[in-house]
């Protein structure tokens, strides 16, 4: 199935039916992994660590940051740049999204560059793809459009851990980053307790990295995340 498909209104908007959210993203999460790569002119940049955020109506992740979007679309918010996926049923208000709303997409969150070094976070990644354009001749082959394109990489171990969020430690913070959701982006149309949000959405794994040697630096270590998890009671 090509990436535009999995990505697709047509394909996440009938999830859960014969698959769950985490079957699918791990499914997306692995062809980008291993026969994806973005491309910036000749320089290719291979993914290591993506995270995914879908919002439906059968599926509530009031964390995704709303956008009207087609699939395989960049969208760029505060915490970096997400590949996204369709969005459907999308009020005219810039930000905003109700309980009815399809939209989504993923962050990448750490990449391979082309002389084999590693970038990690969200922010550094977008920097790294998106650093420079020119404002004046946008036929200048100087400054290059990143564009994900078919590739091979040997991969062979992914894993997954919940998503990261520096908030979800500090039961304040939490209160008040849903509320702050709730009436700003949904204006009152979802209803989300504090224990559905801290308990369930925010601890989903829904970020798929690529094992090994990439994070040793990173405070966001996905591998620490992981074992934190493992660790946790049932």
């Known amino acids: 199935m ?4 999995l990505l697709s209104i047509d394909y996440v908007g009938k999830l859960g039916e014969k698959e769950t959210y985490e079957d699918h993203f791990k499914k997306v ?6 026969n994806y790569c973005i491309c910036k002119g000749d320089k290719y940049f291979q993914f290591l660590e993506l995270e995914f955020y879908l919002h439906t109506p059968a599926h509530s992740d009031v964390i995704t940051y709303p956008r ?7 969208f760029f918010h505060m915490s970096g740049v997400d590949l996204c996926f369709d969005s459907q049923n999308m009020p005219e208000e810039k930000g905003t999204a109700s309980a009815q709303s399809c939209f989504g997409g993923i962050l990448i969150r750490s990449l391979l560059t082309p002389d084999n070094k590693v970038v990690n976070g969200p922010m550094k990644c977008c920097e790294c793809l998106f650093d420079q354009f020119s404002a004046l001749d946008p036929k200048n082959k100087a400054f290059l459009y990143p564009v994900i394109t078919p590739r091979k990489c040997e991969v062979t171990n992914i894993s997954s851990c919940p998503r990261y969020f520096s908030f979800k430690d500090d039961a304040t913070k939490c209160e008040n980053k849903l509320n702050d959701i709730l009436v700003k982006r949904f204006k009152g149309s979802v209803e989300c307790t504090e224990k559905e949000f801290k308990d369930q959405q925010l601890e989903k794994k829904y970020r798929f990295f690529v094992e090994g040697d990439y994070y040793k630096n990173y405070s966001a270590n996905p591998i620490k995340a992981l074992k934190a998890s493992e660790s946790k009671p049932q």
């Open 29 to 34: 999460a692995q062809e980008l992994f291993q």
């Open 68 to 74: 009207k979007t087609n699939a395989g679309d960049w």
């Open 2 to 5: 090509e990436l535009n498909e």
